[in-house]
């Protein structure tokens, strides 16, 4: 049985993924957010839910006692604290494996057009996940950093990767496939270890999102 800990268990992509999860009988989750009435419907004897801060040290320490894996679908200008405070509670809990949702972009990885575009369009939020990033980068945790594409609620799982020094591809892909993708490497523990992961979908490519 396969225990995972879910950072921001409210935000889109993480409940798609709990989903996901949820539909195998191998996994069970702990949920941790702000404000737990949010997810309290999934509370089950196969999930946990915690009403609990990122920022806060020893909740998340408590949170990840027994867990193998940890999720974090985080965001905010204070990602980097977030992420400082989960390698904290990861080492205190001695816990390795680490699955990071980010953005594309934070390397200047994206060309072209596009990558002009992003830039403008994201401005300062790419530093912010950058440096959140870099903590990540720098710790001797097994994380799998996720750089999504922009992102749609197409009701569809098809998706490609590239690695963290590679040209970015494509212009989108759907919360469903990003959750997908949560989900194997949750259950695949040695699977892309320490990379940075874009993630697109196939033959996508453009000067912007088609729907934007």
Known sequence: MTKVLILGAAGQIARLAEQQFLATKDVELTLYLRNAERVAALKSDRVNVIDGDTTDVNKLTQAMQGQDVVYANLAGQNIK???E??????????????IWISTLGIYDEVPGKFGQWNNDTLGSYLTTYYSAAEVLENSD?????????WLTNKDEIDYETTGRHDAFKGTEVSRK???ALVVKLAETPGE??????????????GDKPAWY
């Open 192 to 205: 892309s270890v320490r990379e940075s992961l874009g993630v697109n979908k196939p033959n996508t490519d």
């Open 85 to 98: 405070s989960v390698l904290k509670a990861m080492h205190a809990a001695g816990l390795k494996r680490l």
């Open 81 to 83: 604290a977030q992420a």
């Open 177 to 179: 496939s990003i959750a």
């Open 141 to 149: 945790l097994d994380y799998t950093i996720i750089r999504p594409a």
